[in-house]
């Protein structure tokens, strides 16, 4: 008998030391999981901190800051065969290939052109600060590089305190062919190339978008050629002046129809050596890391100086050429 009330005893405080050692920790841990619970036996009381923050009226709450320029005046750098005003943004590195076949004019002969030969230029853009973009290219006509920059100087406000945005274009090409005698270079000086534009741009709408952009081509070593008659017209000018107006109208999402116009403001001397205007107008189609613009236009040269004074094909004869440019992008 005495064993049995010893066991069950014993019992009974193991049991009782268990309940114990559960209500000692018990609070603890509920008050880990939940600060604002109130101590056990505790009136509710409200939370004294809590209460005088919400209250204060000196604190500030944060503001977050709205981007206040407008965006994706163009979706990308390219309109057909002109700079547009965008500079993409810091860190995005860009692969370009631009493609020129020939002109349309021999019909099923040469599939349009497309079998005829072309031009091709593959370039590559990298923005390392915000504004800015610097590039180098390479085109297998006369086997020219160049190096080019591009600076947003102001953009278009929502606003509307500043109504368009204005971007600085230049480059300097060197043709990088062996002498012979269709090349006369003395110097290094005398290979190199330089264009420099203003591009000037407004969206109008979530859909229009038009830039109008004034610019000079200038040639260290301008070509001179021979007449009919075998005798030698002076040397071309080696500068020149001409202004571009492109637009593009979107009809859905990710895509837009491209129109393009350049006129050159000089004339070279010689009957028949002016540089002819250019009419292009095409497609794009553009995702999210992809741009593509097919088109069609009579500017044959992917390098813009050369376009602008040496311009050869006439769209009042229906001297037409397709082409097409695509860019890749992918930002760091």
């Known amino acids: 008998m005495k064993k049995h009330i010893t066991y069950s005893l014993s019992i009974s405080g193991l ?8 209500l000692s920790f018990s609070p603890g841990t509920l008050m880990a999981q939940d600060s604002t619970a109130p101590a056990h036996g505790a009136k509710n009381k409200p939370d004294v901190k809590k209460t005088a923050a919400a ?12 981007n206040p320029y407008v965006k994706n005046t163009f979706e990308g750098n390219y309109i057909i065969d002109n700079q547009t005003v965008m500079v993409p943004v810091k860190g995005t590195f860009e692969f370009v290939i631009q493609h020129r076949f020939g002109t349309v004019n021999n019909g099923f002969s040469d599939l349009f052109g497309l ?7 593959f370039s590559f853009n990298y ?8 590039g180098f290219g390479v085109t297998n006509e006369n086997m020219q590089v160049d190096l080019n920059l591009k600076y947003a100087l102001l953009k278009q406000r929502k606003d509307g305190s500043m109504p368009v945005s204005i971007t600085y274009f230049g480059n300097v090409a060197m043709d990088t062919r062996k002498i012979d005698s269709t ?3 003395v110097n290094v000086s005398d290979r190199l190339s330089f264009f420099s534009q203003v ?3 407004r969206k109008f709408s ?18 001179g050629y021979l007449d009919v008659n075998g005798n030698q017209d002076p040397k071309w000018n080696g500068a020149h002046f001409s202004i571009s107006a492109s637009g593009r109208y979107k009809i859905a999402d990710g895509t837009a129809l491209l129109v393009n116009y350049d006129q050159p403001l000089a004339q070279q001397p010689g009957t028949g050596n002016s540089p002819h205007p250019n009419l ?7 995702t999210s890391g992809h741009d593509f613009e097919i088109f069609m236009g009579n500017y044959s040269s992917l390098i813009q100086q050369n376009n602008n004074i040496y311009n050869p094909t006439d769209f009042t004869k229906g001297q037409f050429l397709i082409g097409f440019n695509i860019s890749r992008l992918w930002n760091f």
Do not use: H, Y
Request: hydrophobic share 50%.
């Open 280 to 286: 292009s107008f095409g497609i794009e189609f553009k």
């Open 55 to 66: 209250k204060d009226s000196s604190v500030a709450e944060p503001v977050l800051k709205k």
């Open 199 to 201: 591009i000037i741009a």
């Open 115 to 121: 079998f005829f030969g072309a031009n091709i230029r």
């Open 15 to 22: 049991v009782g030391a268990c309940l114990l050692i559960a």
């Open 127 to 134: 923005a390392p600060v915000n504004d800015l973009q610097i």
């Open 183 to 185: 090349n006369l270079f």
């Open 206 to 223: 979530d859909n229009f978008s038009l830039q109008i952009s004034p610019s000079i081509s200038a040639f260290n070593n301008p070509a």
